[in-house]
């Protein structure tokens, strides 16, 4: 059964860093597009980046260019999104989502992925 865990959130002070993990169980990551998506409270799940399943290629939300980068690991099975510079509006619960149709780019829509994790929360508060 296809299974992501995402981890690595926390409580972060503006200005901070943080690092959120999406490991894969159940099968191999190698063959998947990973998106990270995020909801703040009373709002819709947007896109924050995403990296094609061999890593060639990724894209990044405008309002995140410059200050997070994703990466992946098929040797560990695990997609990794740095945070930096972190703002009080990245507060959010952040979503990885799988798709196993994409090999050489991916999608920004929550529609482009059919398998996700239960979340992670990240804030940015003083």
Same mark, same amino acid.
């Given at each position: 059964?296809?299974?992501?865990?995402?981890?690595?959130?926390?409580?972060?002070?503006?200005?901070?860093?943080?690092?959120?993990?999406?490991?894969?169980?159940?099968?191999?990551?190698?063959?998947?597009?990973?998106?990270?998506?995020?909801?703040?409270?009373?709002?819709?799940?947007?896109? /924050? =980046?995403?990296?094609?399943?061999? @890593?060639?290629? !990724?894209?990044?939300?405008? #309002?995140?260019?410059?200050?997070?980068?994703?990466?992946?690991?098929?040797?560990?099975?695990?997609?990794?999104?740095?945070?930096?510079?972190?703002?009080?509006?990245?507060?959010?619960?952040?979503y990885c989502a799988a798709d196993a149709t994409r090999?050489?780019?991916?999608?920004?829509? /929550? =529609?482009?992925?059919?398998?996700? @994790?239960?979340? !992670?929360?990240?804030?940015? #508060?003083?």
């Amino acid at each position: 059964q296809l299974q992501l865990v995402e981890s690595g959130g926390g409580l972060v002070q503006p200005g901070g860093s943080l690092r959120v993990s999406c490991a894969a169980s159940g099968f191999s990551l190698d063959a998947y597009a990973i998106g990270w998506f995020r909801q703040a409270p009373g709002k819709e799940r947007e896109g /924050v =980046s995403c990296i094609s399943a061999r @890593g060639g290629n !990724t894209n990044y939300a405008d #309002s995140v260019k410059g200050r997070f980068t994703i990466s992946r690991d098929n040797v560990k099975n695990t997609v990794y999104l740095e945070m930096n510079s972190l703002k009080p509006e990245d507060t959010a619960i952040y979503y990885c989502a799988a798709d196993a149709t994409r090999r050489y780019s991916c999608s920004d829509y /929550v =529609s482009g992925y059919d398998s996700w @994790g239960q979340g !992670t929360q990240v804030t940015v #508060s003083s």
